[in-house]
């Protein structure tokens, strides 16, 4: 007899697919999460038979609770924990754990891929084509890899466990990974659910855009945004539409959680992460919303107006103008980078001249965006303003606008 111990997210429930697989009616999987870990494998090691194998994957135990594991180890029970995040490492002195966050072509692993290699190499269960596929699309899915590869598939598999829930995928994948074995792919009815899920994501991920609010915690430029859904694909979003921010921490009221995502490899969410009682990885991490998170970034955030993102269609305010570009927040700064010769660029604030010159553009937004939580001005707003400060048309300022923008930087 096997009980699992597993994660409830995608990669979670793809290791209780995997043992299901492999142990059919022998295997009994309980689905948990991060939070409950803890009290899940305490409960278990107080009931379990002798002859039951306990495993736990994609999820980490604490020191804790890792001496009473390791106890119940020496008195005969039999344990495997499976594990891929690097908060988790600790675990390893433990001779039942297992985690890597990496294989030994230094390539990023998930739970279920490290759980897939296990069984295999224990004759436990067969490759097939089919089931080589799904892995590697959830490992790529967890790992964020699929962004880089255009592994868009591995996208939509997550998206379809969402649509449909854990008990009809698990299920349905069981079944499908039995009877074919030679290639995995979407069935027509998938496709077009998944077709529909993809633009109601879409509208969703443009709602939260306009309601991330800036933050300084612990040193790091935050940008907190309420959510309860789509959290892989809304944190790498919006990290990529605010790149002068740190990271992104989502917050789901409803489930009492946190998770953050980063864009930026000099930066380790992890450790943020860990300060409330979470971990993860170093580029996308959880925690629970304890009372200290509460305050931080729900308390402390929720009067904050939220900043706004910078206009796709401008026409004459554009990045690296050569005729300068301006800047406005929420409290009527108005702020210029203009460019002073090659690689040199200077921000004018109050018609001074702000901090260093830099030698890039990007530098220089960067800079105000963090200090002032500006964004770039939509041109009508520009337009507005410079039609209420001088007796010209629009069509006179738009083929004026480098004698205009001159002025306004005076």
């Known amino acids: 007899m096997i009980k699992l111990i597993t994660d409830s997210d995608l990669d979670g429930v793809s290791c209780g697919i995997l043992a299901k697989l492999a142990f059919n009616e022998a295997a009994e999987v309980l689905y948990t999460t991060p939070r409950w870990v803890d009290q899940r494998v305490k409960e278990t090691l107080q009931k379990i038979e002798d002859s039951t194998k306990l495993i736990i994957t994609d999820l980490s135990v604490s020191p804790e609770v890792a001496k009473l594991v390791n106890d119940a180890v020496k008195k005969g029970q039999a344990v495997k924990l499976i594990d891929h995040h690097g908060t988790a490492l600790f675990l390893n002195e433990f001779s039942w754990a297992d985690?890597?966050?990496?294989?030994?072509?230094?390539?990023?692993?998930?739970?279920?891929?490290?759980?897939?290699?296990?069984?295999?190499?224990?004759?436990?269960?067969?490759?097939?084509?089919?089931?080589?596929t799904y892995i590697d699309w959830v490992r790529q899915y967890d790992t964020w890899e699929w962004d880089e590869r255009g592994t868009y598939q591995a996208k939509q598999l997550n998206s379809?466990?969402?649509?449909?829930?854990?008990?009809?995928?698990?299920?349905?994948?069981?079944?499908?990974?039995?009877?074919?074995?030679?290639?995995?792919?979407?069935?027509?009815?998938?496709?077009?659910?998944?077709?529909?899920?993809?633009k109601k994501v879409d509208r969703y991920i443009n709602s939260k855009k306009r309601q991330v609010v800036q933050t300084t915690i612990d040193n790091y430029c935050v940008g907190v945004v309420y959510a309860e859904q789509y959290q892989s694909e809304l944190g790498n979003l919006l990290n990529e539409a605010y790149p002068h921010l740190d990271l992104i921490t989502m917050v789901n009221p409803g489930t009492k959680g946190l998770s953050f995502r980063t864009i930026h490899d000099a930066i380790d969410v992890s450790v943020l992460a860990s300060k409330y009682g979470g971990g993860g990885h170093p580029k996308a991490s959880g925690a629970e919303l304890t009372e200290a998170a509460f305050k931080t970034f729900m308390q402390e955030t929720f009067s904050m107006a939220p900043i706004k993102p910078d206009p796709e269609r401008n026409e004459f305010n554009q990045k690296e103008s050569e005729f300068g570009t301006c800047y406005a927040n929420r409290k009527g700064d108005k702020l210029f980078i203009r460019k002073l010769g090659v690689n040199q660029w200077e921000v004018l604030y109050q018609g001074k001249k702000w901090g260093q010159t830099f030698n890039q553009f990007s530098d220089a937004e960067r800079a105000i965006k963090r200090e002032f939580g500006v964004w770039l001005r939509y041109d009508d707003e520009l337009f507005y303003q410079i039609t209420s400060s001088f007796p010209l048309t629009l069509e006179e300022v738009k083929s004026r606008y480098k004698e205009m923008m001159a002025l306004l930087m005076q």
């Open 99 to 132: 985690v890597k966050p990496e294989d030994i072509t230094g390539r990023k692993t998930s739970a279920a891929s490290l759980f897939y290699e296990d069984l295999k190499t224990n004759n436990k269960l067969g490759e097939t084509e089919a089931l080589d």
């Open 160 to 198: 379809l466990y969402g649509l449909i829930g854990r008990e009809l995928f698990e299920a349905e994948m069981v079944t499908r990974l039995t009877n074919e074995t030679v290639s995995f792919s979407f069935s027509d009815t998938e496709e077009t659910l998944l077709r529909v899920e993809e």
